[in-house]
């Protein structure tokens, strides 16, 4: 007798309900819910311990700058360049760096993926506007 997983025990649980008890109007039952939100849980864990994994390689003899530490996080989609061709907004990063003339051709942002954007939360629009996270103070 093979043993299940306390996830695979769950899903077991979400076809019976389908079969025996279904929900109204095909609306989803809660442990149908827990089970999408466990997997949508697990990918976002496993795209961090992904990044930990590749900035700990350099650890203890290694040096890892600010380009290798970009490259890895564009890696792992935790980093979205993006190329702008005018400022994001009042309080843009790249507009102190480019000049005008540099950013009309187009220069590559990087934008923070929508995963380090704290959900629920006034700072949901970071992901679009990343300038205002540079320019405030992070509480610890």
Not at 72 to 80: E, M, N, Q, Y
Not at 108 to 135: F, H, I, S, W
Request: glycine content about 4%; some cysteine.
């Amino acid at each position: 007798m093979s043993t299940l997983t306390p996830m695979e025990q769950l899903l077991a649980f979400c076809d019976w309900q389908r079969k025996h008890e279904p929900p109204p109007d095909g609306q989803k039952h809660i442990a149908e819910w827990a089970a999408e939100e466990i997997e949508r849980l697990r990918a976002k864990n496993e795209t961090l311990r992904a990044f930990a994994r590749d900035v700990m390689a350099a650890w203890p003899d290694g040096d890892l700058d600010g380009a290798a530490l970009q490259e890895i996080a564009v890696t792992h989609g935790l980093l979205v360049p993006e190329t702008r061709t005018e400022p994001c907004g009042d309080e843009c990063a790249c507009a102190e760096y480019y000049t005008r003339a540099e950013m009309a051709d187009g220069v590559t942002c990087y934008r923070r993926a929508p995963l380090l954007v704290p959900q629920g939360t006034a700072d949901d629009d970071l992901a679009e506007n990343p300038a205002r996270l540079m320019k405030r103070d992070i509480p610890t």
